[in-house]
């Protein structure tokens, strides 16, 4: 098998569905809903990650440490402010 293992397929209109090819069988199914945003990107975003691609999840870590070490220091300067 080429290619990678889970995709996406177009179920209807408002449904998409996560399949695993070796399997041949349905991993997610994605619907469109008047809160839930586009069922499409949901669906490509769950195969994406079922495929190892975790760039966008690596990406939010990255950003949530950076933003947790810059509150630790910002509360040390604070802290050795107040003690001069």
Do not use: H
Not at 36 to 41: E, F, I, L, S, T
Not at 53 to 72: H, Q
């Amino acid at each position: 098998m080429t290619g990678p293992r889970y995709i996406i397929s177009q179920f209807d209109n408002r449904t998409w569905q996560v399949n695993d090819r070796r399997t041949n069988r349905v991993y997610a199914e994605c619907g469109d809903s008047e809160a839930g945003g586009d069922a499409k990107q949901r669906a490509e975003r769950i195969a994406r990650l079922l495929n190892g691609d975790t760039s966008e999840m690596d990406a939010r870590i990255t950003k949530a440490f950076t933003l947790a070490v810059a509150k630790r220091k910002a509360k040390r300067r604070a802290t050795v402010k107040g003690q001069r």
